[in-house]
């Protein structure tokens, strides 16, 4: 899949290698190949269902897959368990949040960098290291706030807060804005960039096509499982299989069925409503009508 020899200076930060998972009759994932690449933040996106968290559990070693490989800085760590990959520099928050609800936000952060670091007994984290992660992910204000008691958005950033205190190489995000209001998402947009620009590599699943669009350098696309398309967000947005995928129709349909009030109706039940083109009027070289957006007068 690479054309780097493996572990070779090139090599990919993080490679999936047509990883398969099945669940009984159901396959998760199908064939799965995807990259990410250090200082660059790299989108995984796709319906709900296309298994895309599944292939979070596969890269950070909490699901085996059925075949396939998962290569992490150029060395094979499909067999490898989770606190390996951690140790090899593999942060990941989750979609179901795990920070511990009766310990202040603050000192869930130290618990975070006792467990990667502490617990060798080298290093003690100083109070100044645990407040400049708290505000660098712009949750100081919550500091001494049970963690059970903040927002779910502050909470996230809790999550990713805890992840940096192990100083990860890849970081694994899975929906890691939700919850959050429209300027905290800009914030961590710019966080986001921020970390890749220090030579992190970010793998993020994300629901937030805005915030997808905007921070991502490159974008792999879910749908049953198999990655249908990769590209630069313009490449994405612009892709015939991508607008089938999450709008249920594409570029072959005529236009007048597309506008026409039944047709309409019809391609709005068909739409996967959880991925509502974003900038599609921008860049998008199909006019698409956003879900439940008005129809003009002049063309009812
Ligand atoms: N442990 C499991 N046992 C059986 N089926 C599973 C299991 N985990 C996931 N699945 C199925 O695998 C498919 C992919 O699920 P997954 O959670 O990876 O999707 P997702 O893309 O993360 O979806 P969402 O956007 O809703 O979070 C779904 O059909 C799901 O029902
Ligand atoms: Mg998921």
């Keep these: 899949m690479s054309d780097h020899p493996i572990g070779g200076a090139h090599a990919p930060l993080l490679e999936v290698d047509h990883v398969v998972v099945q669940f009984g009759g159901v396959t998760a994932v199908n064939e799965a190949t995807f990259v990410a690449d250090a200082g660059t ?3 995984l996106i796709g319906p709900n269902g296309a298994g895309k968290t599944t292939c979070f559990n596969v890269i950070s070693g909490l699901q085996k897959p059925t075949r396939g490989k998962v290569r992490f800085r150029g060395r094979n760590v499909t067999g490898a ?13 989750f979609q179901r949040l795990e920070a511990f609800g009766s310990l202040s936000v603050r000192d869930n952060v130290r618990v975070a960098y006792d467990i990667h ?13 645990i407040d400049a992660l708290l505000d660098r992910v712009g949750i100081s204000s919550y500091a001494d706030e049970r963690a059970d008691s903040i927002p779910t958005g502050t909470a996230r950033l809790l999550e990713l807060a805890r992840c940096l205190a192990g100083d990860p190489k890849l970081l694994l995000l899975d929906e890691p804005s939700s ?3 429209e300027s905290e998402t800009d ?7 921020d970390l890749a620009a220090e030579g992190r590599g970010i793998l993020m699943v994300e629901h937030d096509m805005d915030l997808v669009m905007g921070v991502c350098d490159t974008i792999h696309v ?8 990769s590209g630069t967000p313009g490449e994405i947005r612009r ?3 991508v607008q089938r995928a999450y709008l249920g129709y594409s570029d072959e349909v005529p236009e007048h069925e597309l506008v026409g009030a039944s047709a309409g109706a ?4 068909e739409t996967r409503t959880d991925l509502v083109p974003v900038g599609a009027a921008t860049e998008a070289t199909t006019v698409i009508p956003a879900v439940g957006a008005t129809i003009p007068e002049d063309v009812r």
């Design 41 to 43: 933040v790299t989108g």
């Design 81 to 93: 368990p989770v606190h390996r990959r951690s140790k090899r520099g593999m942060g990941r928050t």
């Design 117 to 129: 670091r502490g617990l060798a007994g080298l290093v003690r984290p100083g109070a100044k290291d």
């Design 179 to 181: 919850g959050l209001d």
């Design 187 to 193: 914030d961590f947009g710019d966080l986001l960039r």
């Design 222 to 229: 879910l749908d049953f499982g198999s990655i249908i398309a």
């Design 239 to 241: 892709d015939p299989a």
């Design 266 to 269: 019809s391609a709005v039940e």
